[in-house]
C-alpha cells in the first residue's frame, strides 16, 4: 500500500515557475514507478511526466511538457517533485501524484495509487 499527498500548487503568472511535492507513505516506495498526471476542466485526466522505479530512474514526458518540466524523486525521503517551468496558461489544472508497479506507463489505467490532487493555476 502506497498513499500520497501532493503540495505545492497555487496561482502563478505565466512564464513562471511552481514545484510540485509529493509525499509517499509505505516502505516499499521505492518499488513504485512514479508519475504526474493533470486534469483540467472539462478534459480528460492526461500523462505529464513518469520516473521509472528502475535503477536507471529513467524519466518520460508528454510532449507538451518537455523541455520545461522535470519530474525527480528521493527515495530516501519517499518524495517525488515535479519542477514546472515557464508556465503556460493551458498548464492550469489539478496535478495528481500516481505509483505503479509496472516499469514504465503512460497510461492512467494502469496507475494504482493516486493523491488528492493539488490545482495549479496559471494567469496569462
Known amino acids: 500500500q502506497v498513499q500520497l499527498v501532493e503540495s505545492g500548487g497555487g496561482l502563478v503568472q505565466a512564464g513562471g515557475s511552481l514545484r510540485l511535492s509529493c509525499a509517499a507513505s509505505?516502505?516499499?516506495?521505492?518499488?513504485?514507478?512514479m508519475a504526474w498526471f493533470r486534469q483540467a476542466p472539462g478534459k480528460e485526466r492526461e500523462f505529464v511526466a513518469g520516473?521509472?522505479?528502475?535503477?536507471?530512474?529513467?524519466?518520460y514526458y508528454a510532449d507538451s511538457v518537455k523541455g520545461r518540466f522535470t519530474i525527480s524523486r528521493d527515495n530516501a525521503k519517499n518524495m517525488v517533485y515535479l519542477q514546472m517551468n515557464s508556465l503556460k496558461s493551458e498548464d492550469t489544472a489539478i496535478y495528481y501524484c500516481?505509483?505503479?508497479?509496472?516499469?514504465?506507463?503512460?497510461?492512467?489505467?494502469?496507475?494504482?495509487?493516486w493523491g488528492q490532487g493539488t490545482q495549479v493555476t496559471v494567469s496569462s
Open positions: 520516473l521509472s522505479k528502475s535503477s536507471s530512474w529513467t524519466t
Open positions: 500516481a505509483a505503479t508497479a509496472r516499469t514504465r506507463s503512460l497510461n492512467r489505467w494502469e496507475y494504482d495509487y
Open positions: 509505505g516502505r516499499t516506495f521505492s518499488s513504485y514507478s
